[in-house]
């Protein structure tokens, strides 16, 4: 029976917007466990989309490491949404081999040779999300709310930026990068151009390499 490429593309769609807007601990393994299973039940058996996925549920199980897992696992149903909607199933992430997947910043590198912005865009913002929180731990500013609800990567830059962990400028950028992200990750994908996003994965790898954690 040939693919419903369509129907496929809107189960896609339908669990990308669950989980968006996600802020528990609990919102983020519920949205881990739908982006799982969405990957396992339409992406090719035995495949890398399906291998890379348990990788990094495998990676990160801990509840307080789990939001290094939501974001690419994100990225990886988006790069399937594509080839999903280009008509093939060879592209992206099967062309990405396991120690690409190491090194987050050179796996959206390697999306965005392909062609892929938007999955490039979700890693690429995952990795300085992660960073800022690392930042956070560093220099003892609190990454969860008194409610204990995780702060938002907003948040972070705003009190790393005021206690003059990196400069106003390094603040502005993050804003922008974040804000970029948020645009991948919610669909907006007309908003935003390849260019911005290889100039974004350039100048996040030197904000990591000058503000190290």
Partial sequence: MPLDQKAIIKQIDDV?????????T????KAINLLLSAIQRLAPP???????????EERFPQLNTMFLTLEPLRGILLALRSDYESGYMQ???ELVHADIFADFLEMADYLLEQGYKDPAAVVTGSVLEAHLRKLCDKNRIAVVKDDGKPKKADTLNAELAAAGIYSKLDHKNVTAW???RNKAAHGHYAEYTKEQVTLMVQAVRDFITRNSA
Wanted: glycine share 6%.
């Fill in 91 to 93: 592209s992206v992430v």
């Fill in 16 to 24: 990308l917007g669950k989980c968006n807007s996600v802020a528990s």
């Fill in 26 to 29: 609990e919102e983020t393994s």
């Fill in 46 to 56: 035995d495949g890398v989309y399906i291998n890379s996925a348990k990788r990094y």
């Fill in 178 to 180: 974040l804000d970029l």
